[in-house]
């Protein structure tokens, strides 16, 4: 007669539970012609990159970052929370800027510092 043992299964369920939060906020400066062609953006020195919790944040978030630089909106996704914005590197640096600052300020939401590679 064998033995039986009883091993119990552990799962593990994760769920995105959305604060009020900036999660990256960094700027790629020169990056490589191939990044701008798979993202389908034109080549304007630097790329910046946000994503936000709630998710609809990203519509603000871009409304933010066009109105303080002179960047362009390369992708705006309010069902993930993403947004990517495109000009040459201090106007990039100053949007991201710009978003955190009035998140934080204004929104009360918790941010990151603005990276930067």
Request: one cysteine or more; hydrophobic letters at 45%.
């Amino acid at each position: 007669m064998g033995t039986v043992i009883n091993q119990a299964t552990e799962r593990i369920i994760q769920e995105s539970v959305p604060g009020k939060q900036v999660t990256i906020a960094h700027v790629i400066a020169s990056p490589t012609s191939d990044i701008y062609e798979r993202l389908g953006i034109d080549d304007r020195g630097a790329i910046g990159i946000l994503t936000l919790s709630p998710y609809e944040t990203a519509i603000i978030a871009a409304d933010i970052a066009t109105k303080a630089a002179d960047v362009e909106i390369g992708f705006l996704d309010r069902f993930t929370g993403s947004v990517v914005i495109s000009g040459d590197v201090q106007s990039v640096a100053t949007a991201l800027d710009a978003v955190t600052d009035t998140l934080c300020n204004l929104l009360g939401f918790t941010t990151v510092p603005v990276t930067k590679t």
